[in-house]
């Protein structure tokens, strides 16, 4: 636009450019508000806290590109040049540079102030009461699931005594585990009722992701993590939600997958597991 003073020139290339953002700008906002392709559906109560959090950023980042891509499409389209022209050019704007920094500042602060508490009610909120507790134990390539029988204690457990025949090394030695109930690839849990899952791996690093529930929780060798959630679903389907491990955890990783089915009540949980303690 000459020396920055002049009144531009419409050009081919700069309206095709202009139409080219227009498009962009158009088929972006049809798939955020539309969703043909978004998180799969919630089935955990605080699921719905990180769906509005993800809504929030992206509805932020949304105006954001809308915004400058919508400038960058008409001021090409606008404004063409000529061979004797050249743009202008200053070397800076200390207002304009204000405003945008603290603004950005200000969203950016609100942003993580509301991940943070999200965040918070997951990992550092009292722990439920009356939870179904599961212990969770990530190996190539499955994941093995342990629970209490009707005593209602853990039997103990020792990495001297994994074996082909047994993933998490239960003491044969210790009568509380007599009547525990281990199952590969299957968790069942109870609606409405919290879960809290003890995550731990024997080999490598895993991670358990539970997408519908919006839980995902890395298993670490040699530790023991704790992490819970509560079922809100009337999806009671025999197959079950996946349960994915959402690290490349060797060769095999792609077949580590198991299912969870979410169960009406306390009673339907523990006719399935006198059904799995029977065949075990």
Request: include cysteine; hydrophobic fraction near 45%; proline fraction near 5%.
């Amino acid at each position: 636009m000459a020396d920055g003073t002049g009144p531009g020139k419409i050009t081919l290339s700069g309206l095709l450019f202009g139409l080219l953002m227009l498009i962009l700008i158009v088929t972006s906002l049809y798939y955020f508000i539309a969703k043909p392709y978004w998180f799969p559906k919630n089935a955990s109560i605080h699921g719905t806290q990180i769906d509005q959090v993800f809504s929030w950023v992206l509805l932020v980042c949304g105006i954001a590109f809308v915004v400058v891509q919508g400038m960058l499409g008409y001021f090409v389209a606008r404004y063409g040049g000529k061979d004797n022209e050249r743009a202008a050019y200053w070397h800076d704007h200390p207002s304009a540079e204000a405003y945008l920094l603290i603004g950005t500042a200000v969203i950016l602060t609100v942003l993580v102030f509301m991940g943070q508490r999200v965040w918070a009610d997951i990992y550092f909120s009292d722990r439920p009461n009356n939870p179904l507790i599961i212990e969770v134990t990530g190996q190539q390539f499955n994941w093995t699931f342990h629970y209490a029988g009707a005593d209602g204690a853990f039997g103990k457990t020792d990495a001297k005594y994994i074996s082909s025949t047994d993933n998490i090394g239960m003491d044969p030695t210790d009568p509380a585990g007599k009547d525990d109930i281990v199952v590969g690839n299957l968790m069942h849990v109870v609606q409405g009722r919290p879960v809290l899952l003890r995550i731990r791996s024997n080999d490598v690093i895993h991670s358990f992701f539970l997408p519908n529930f919006r839980l995902k929780q890395d298993a670490v060798p040699g530790m023991k993590i704790e992490i819970w959630f509560t079922p809100n679903t009337d999806n009671f389907k025999k197959d079950g939600f996946e349960i994915a491990c959402a690290e490349l955890c060797g060769l095999g990783h792609y077949r580590m997958r198991g299912f969870l089915t979410v169960e009406p009540n306390d009673q339907a949980l523990n006719a399935w597991l006198a059904e799995q303690k029977a065949q075990q």
